[in-house]
C-alpha cells in the first residue's frame, strides 16, 4: 500500500516556493493512489483515505489515534456513515437496509441497539426501541391492512398491540405466554366489541355475547 503524508509545515512551505516563484501554478487533473493520510505536526494520523475490504473508505480519528467518523460502503452496497465513542466503539449508524431503504441505528456504551429507525420490506417506515440489552421494547410501523402499529414488549414477548386496520382502532393485551387475554377495537362490521380469553386462551366473556 502506498501512503502520501502531508503535514501542515509542507503544505506552508510548498505554498511559499510557488508564490516565490511568481508563476502559475498548474493543478492535476486527477491524482491516483492506493491510499492518503492526513496528519498533524506531530505525525499524528488524522484522515484517511483508503480501500477496505474492495471498497472505498474515509475515516477520521483523534490526534491520539481514535477512531471517531467512517463514511464507507456497506456490505449490502450502499453507502454507510459510522461515529464512535473515544473508545472506538460504534455509537451512530447510518446505511441501508438489506431489504433496501435506509436504515439508523444508536448504541449504547455496551454496544447493544438501543433505538432503530428504518424501512420495512413493504417499503413503509419503522420505529424500535430497545432496552439496556438489546431487546425490543417499543415497535412501530404499519399493519398490513394500512393504517398505523404499535406495541410495547417484554422479555421478547409482545404484550400490548395497538393498530389501526381499515375497521376502525383495536387495542390487544397478551400474557406473557403471547397468548392473547384482553381485546377491544372496531370489528369488521365497525361495531365495537370487548373480547376477555384466559390464560389459556379460551373466551371467557365479552360485548357482544
Known sequence: MYRVFFSTSVIILIAVVLMSSGKKADVPDLIKAKAFQVVDNNGNVLLTLNKEKGNGNLSSYTSSGKRLVSLFTAEGGGGAINTFDTDGDVMFKVTRTTEGGGYLALYNGRQQEVAELGVTTGETGYFNLNDRNGDKIAWMTFTENGGGYFSLWNNSTETIRL??????????????????VGYMGTQESQDGNITIWNSNGS???????
Open 163 to 180: 393498530s389501526t386496520p381499515s375497521a376502525g382502532g383495536r387495542i390487544g393485551v397478551y400474557n406473557k405466554t403471547n397468548t392473547r
Open 203 to 209: 373466551r371467557t366473556g365479552g360485548v357482544p355475547n
